[in-house]
């Protein structure tokens, strides 16, 4: 399975912005879905948000209106722009491409977020 690579984390205070960067070696990314998750401390992996081939775009109820998925296809990078970022949002984020709403790359060494109060 192809796994891309995640960056872009780092500490930020409450109500600040990251932009996190999904990349892969091929141009797969523009050719599937792809997906953000992050997993919390003792937390179960949750869906935050995916775009599809088409660039629609799905969001979590808890991301919806601060979190935003994009594609720049010409960079083969697809993007998490994160605002208004919430202690809550403390996790490791990972990205995968999906088919058919399956996962089809394998998961990554994520990029760690954290958000101090």
């Known amino acids: 399975q192809v796994q891309l690579v995640e960056s872009g984390g780092g500490l930020v205070q409450a109500g600040g912005s990251l932009r996190l960067s999904c990349a892969a070696s091929?141009?797969?990314?523009?050719?599937?879905?792809v997906a953000w998750y992050r997993q919390a401390p003792g937390k179960k992996r949750e869906w935050v948000a995916t775009i599809s081939t088409i660039s629609s775009t799905t969001y979590a109820d808890s991301v919806k209106g601060r979190f935003t998925i994009s594609r720049d296809a010409a960079k083969n990078v697809v993007y998490l722009q994160m605002n208004s970022l919430k202690p809550e949002d403390t996790a490791d984020y990972y990205c995968?491409?999906?088919?058919?709403?399956?996962?089809?790359?394998?998961w990554g060494q994520g990029t760690q977020v954290t958000v101090s109060s």
């Open positions: 091929e141009s797969i990314l523009s050719n599937n879905g």
């Open positions: 995968i491409t999906v088919i058919g709403g399956l996962r089809s790359s394998g």
